[in-house]
């Protein structure tokens, strides 16, 4: 008797073991699905692509920069250069830049420097990185081949990185008129356009060209509006499309 109430307790104890057993990966399973993450939770978020500096389209007579979210209203049939060979100029540019920075140039040594010897580092020096330069568009009456086109009247719009010590709006139309036999028709200026605040000026250049600049300050670009013509009358009437400038 007593070994048959015995044997029964031992038959409990193993059958409550068991059942512990058997709960566990149950119980594994459950934690294992909390922190396992469903599908599309935690995961990694698409990067947003980046989108060029010079990227810009122009629909109809409507110019649109991708980059600086603005758009401008072309004078009326106008025809913008091609995109693709704008952009194409761009990237030359750039490498040009790139190239000139790198070459070493001769350093003028002084009458001392001379008689002690200068050694190889000392005698050239490297040129200090040209800003980023890129055009946003080029446009005249009958369409722009190429950015050096020089032909009368012509719009360019452009985007330069902005480099000390000439990193601000008023410095680069200052700049302008800094050259000899320049004829200056409007004094660099700070003005407001659609709220907006911009650095202008206007003036003829030692060529006779009727040249008129805006440029704006938009974080870590300098944006400027090239006006070109061959008359003053020209130069206002289509200078006067900078007030067709709305930003996004």
């Not at 698409?46 to 989108?51: A, G, L, R, S």
């Not at 990185?129 to 012509?154: F, K, Q, T, W």
């Amino acid at each position: 008797m007593r070994f048959t109430r015995f044997f029964l307790i031992v038959l409990s104890l193993a059958g409550v073991c068991g059942a512990q057993t058997q709960a566990a990966p149950a119980a594994d399973n459950k934690d294992a699905a909390q922190s396992t993450p469903s599908a599309g939770q935690g995961a990694a978020k698409p990067e947003t692509p980046k989108v060029p500096v010079d990227a810009a389209k122009v629909t109809g007579s409507t110019f649109e920069s991708q980059y600086f979210k603005f758009t401008y209203e072309l004078p009326k049939d106008w025809k913008a250069m091609d995109d693709a060979a704008r952009v194409a100029s761009n990237q030359e540019l750039l490498k040009e830049d790139a190239e000139t920075a790198a070459t070493p140039v001769p350093r003028k040594a002084s009458a001392k420097t001379a008689l002690k010897g200068a050694n190889k580092s000392s005698d050239t020096v490297v040129n200090p990185p040209a800003p980023a330069r890129y055009s946003l568009m080029a446009a005249g009456p009958n369409g722009i081949d190429s950015l050096a086109s020089p032909v009368l009247p012509r719009i360019n719009i452009w985007a330069h990185r902005r480099v000390p010590p000439l990193d601000q709006p008023m410095d680069n139309v200052q700049m302008l008129i800094t050259g000899k036999h320049t004829n200056v028709l409007t004094p660099p200026q700070e003005m407001s356009l659609n709220g907006t605040k911009w650095a202008a000026v206007r003036l003829v250049t030692p060529t006779g060209d009727y040249h008129s600049r805006y440029v704006i300050d938009l974080g870590d670009y300098l944006v400027g509006f090239d006006f070109w013509a061959s008359s003053e009358r020209e130069i206002i009437e289509i200078s006067d499309t900078i007030k067709s400038v709305k930003f996004n």
